[in-house]
């Protein structure tokens, strides 16, 4: 089982839909995760951290769910700009684990 | 400005022939890490370092070097490159000594080893 685990997608959404992503985690003792987002092989650029109680930052939300040991991304009213491969990265004390990352594609 | 800078971005090469991936951060960070990232595979670490003089093996270690003398640079090096080295090569840094803050990341190598 791979440490971080993400559906690849792709996930085809028109402009103004809602979409949810989520990233399950092996490690029970983990305690620190992120969001990245990567366009087409460019660097990947922090998106968000994600906090035990959840967090928000403005049409993105991330909450973190320690029982299951999943991650969730939900991003509303989608923009073509949105389209993007979304990475979840599990921090390990400096040793991080990236999920293959979830392809987004939003169309007109 | 803020920046991490690899070089070179591109390099296609032989394999045996030693070759250096210089990395270099200006924002005075402490950790800094290489990852190669392939199809189907995602993002992995090779080695990480928080802080001058400390390095540790990331997930995929196997065939390369780092070294951290100096606190703004991190080289990749690959001592004796083979074929299934070829891949897209990323630096990032970022402030603390555990990583936990975001990762500024460079631009990227892409390697080729023939």
């Known amino acids: 089982r791979k440490e971080v685990e993400q559906d690849p997608g792709p996930f085809n959404v028109p402009e103004g839909a809602t979409v949810a992503f989520n990233c399950t985690y092996s490690?029970?003792?983990?305690?620190?995760f992120f969001w990245y987002r990567q366009d087409c092989r460019k660097e990947p650029k922090l998106l968000m951290s994600v906090y035990s109680s959840g967090n928000e930052d403005g049409r993105f939300t991330a909450q973190l769910n320690r029982a299951s040991q999943y991650i969730s991304l939900l991003i509303r009213d989608s923009k073509l700009s949105d389209s993007a491969t979304y990475l979840c990265?599990?921090?390990?004390?400096?040793?991080?684990?990236f999920g293959q990352g979830t392809e987004l594609s939003v169309k007109p | 400005e803020a920046q991490v800078t690899q070089n070179p971005r591109y390099l296609i090469t032989v394999t045996g022939k030693k070759l250096t991936v210089t990395c270099s951060q200006n924002?005075?960070?402490?950790?800094m890490s290489w990852y190669r990232q392939d199809p189907g595979l995602g993002l992995r670490q090779i080695y990480y370092?928080?802080?001058?003089?400390?390095?540790d093996k990331g997930d995929v270690p196997e065939g390369y070097k780092v070294s951290r003398k100096e606190k703004r640079n991190f080289p990749l090096i690959l001592e004796s490159p083979s074929p299934n080295q070829t891949s897209l090569y990323f630096c990032?840094?970022?402030?603390?000594?555990?990583?936990?803050?975001?990762?500024?990341f460079g631009d990227g190598t892409r390697l080729s080893i023939l």
């Open positions: 924002m005075n960070h402490e950790y």
């Open positions: 990265v599990d921090n390990q004390g400096g040793k991080l684990i």
């Open positions: 990032a840094s970022s402030a603390g000594a555990v990583g936990n803050q975001p990762q500024h």
């Open positions: 370092s928080m802080n001058v003089e400390v390095t």
């Open positions: 490690n029970s003792a983990s305690q620190s």
